[in-house]
Each structure stands twice: as C-alpha cells, then as structure tokens.
C-alpha cells in the first residue's frame, strides 16, 4: 500500500499534486513559503521541454519583506508567465490587492518583463488565466490556498481538459478564493500598493 502512495493526485490532498491537464503538466501545492516554493519549482521545472507557468500570492500577515523574497524566489526560475491573485481568507488586515502589487513590483525589480505578469485576485480565475495560457509542453504550478478555490480546481484538473469551458467554470466558480477588484479599499496600511493594483487593474477581473 505505501509503494503505491503518491500514484494519485488525491493520496495527499494539497501536497505536490500532479495533473495532466490535455498536454499540460500542472503542480499544486501549498509553497507559502520561499523554500517550498523553490522546493516546488525544482520539480515541475525538471526536465521541462516548454514554458513555465506560475500562480503567485501570499498571506497578508508576512512582512513586506517576506513577500518580496517570495516573489525573488519565482523569478530566479524565470517562469514565463506568472498570474498574481490574493488569498481572500489570509489578507489579515492588507487591502485587496496590496499582496499582489508588492509581489509584482518585486518581479519587476528581479528583471522580469512586464508583459509575463497578470494579476487576477480571485484564486479561481488565476488557475483558469493560466490552463487558457498554456500550450502543449508548459508547465504549469498552481499553489491554490483557499479550501474551496482549491476543490474547484482540483475538480477541473480532474476533468483531465477534455472538452473543457473555462469560461464557463469561472462564470460558475470565480467567486471563490478572493475579493473583487473594485470592492471599496478601506484606510489601512499599504493603501498605496493597494491603489497601484486596482489602478492595473482598471475594473476588471484579471489584466
């Protein structure tokens, strides 16, 4: 029984889960951290023939600091593409889109291309961002860290991309795992990173 533990995605649930999603190989773990994530990125990019595809958030209770090592920690593996989102149960106290502004100014700082960054807030709509972004051969790493954001995307990998809607999965999912873009920002801490990424933003559910 334990020779065999690991064959399924499932055998343990949010710990280096690996999908096939048509011709795309997809990782999901929780990496919080910049070991895990590096732990993370060295497998999926091992071997790897085509691009690198990230999802990318924190929890609002790290320093600035530790997010932006978070983010330093992506981009020494030079992803292609990486999708910014919030972790809406986790913003303790930051407003919505803080996060995902300090993450991307960091980005920006390591040299990546502004064109290879999205934001999308909403957990769910990051992970469908990038499974629309991918062509045969990508890789794709998905740390998903809401509960129901992360059912609902598991559900979708396991439908393995076969005649799959993504549009119609995020119009069914896309409230689950973060805030709205244009929700009011309250006066806390950070306003200005916060302001900087709704301006990116501009109204919209990822740009």
């Known amino acids: 029984m334990l020779a065999q533990f690991g064959a399924q995605p499932g ?18 773990d929780y990496a919080h951290n910049p070991d895990g994530l590096r732990g993370l990125l060295e497998v999926a990019a ?7 595809g990230l999802v ?7 320093e600035d600091a530790d997010i932006r090592a978070l983010a330093a920690a992506a981009a020494s593996f030079g992803p292609d593409r990486v999708v910014l989102k919030d972790i809406e149960s ?12 300090i993450l991307r100014e960091e980005l920006l700082r390591q040299g990546m291309p502004e064109t290879a960054l999205r934001v999308c807030l909403e957990e769910v709509r990051a992970a469908a961002e990038l ?10 790493v998905m740390p998903i860290h809401n509960s129901d954001a992360r ?14 809607d993504l549009a119609e999965f995020v119009d069914q999912h896309g409230g689950l795992g973060s805030g709205r873009v244009l929700q009011p920002l ?17 109204g919209q559910a990822c740009i």
């Open 56 to 62: 990318l958030g924190q929890a609002g209770n790290r």
């Open 151 to 164: 059912d609902a995307v598991v559900a979708l990998l396991e439908q393995g991309g076969v005649q799959t």
């Open 186 to 202: 309250p006066e806390q801490r950070g306003l200005a990173a916060a302001q900087r990424a709704r301006e990116h933003a501009h």
């Open 131 to 140: 499974l629309e972004w991918a062509a045969p051969g990508d890789v794709l």
């Open 90 to 101: 986790f913003l303790r106290g930051r407003a919505p889109g803080e996060v995902a502004a």
């Open 11 to 28: 055998d343990n649930p949010g710990r280096l889960q690996r999908w096939v999603f048509g011709d795309t190989p997809v990782y999901l």
């Open 46 to 52: 091992a071997g790897r023939a085509g691009r690198l």
